[in-house]
């Protein structure tokens, strides 16, 4: 299961909001998503995040500037 985090939600809100091309900034973030969604299927994907503070595995992906 992924579970997008309000600060991330936040920022990706902001991100559209702060941009000068608006629907430039929502496609960019239309395909960060999509990559992101990627994990269902490839477990794998990016690498281990350590995090002492949640009992779940967390992984982090890289996508161009985010």
């Given at each position: 299961?992924?579970?997008?985090?309000d600060?991330?939600?936040?920022?990706?809100?902001?991100?559209?909001?702060?941009?000068?091309?608006?629907?430039?900034?929502?496609?960019?973030?239309?395909?960060?998503?999509?990559?992101?969604?990627n994990?269902?299927?490839?477990?794998?994907?990016?690498?281990?995040?350590?995090?002492?503070?949640?009992?779940?595995?967390?992984?982090?992906l890289?996508?161009?500037?985010?």
């Amino acid at each position: 299961m992924l579970i997008w985090s309000d600060n991330a939600v936040t920022n990706m809100t902001e991100f559209i909001s702060n941009s000068l091309n608006k629907q430039k900034a929502q496609d960019y973030m239309i395909k960060l998503v999509d990559y992101v969604e990627n994990l269902k299927e490839m477990k794998k994907l990016g690498k281990d995040f350590e995090n002492t503070m949640f009992n779940y595995k967390l992984r982090q992906l890289i996508y161009k500037k985010h």
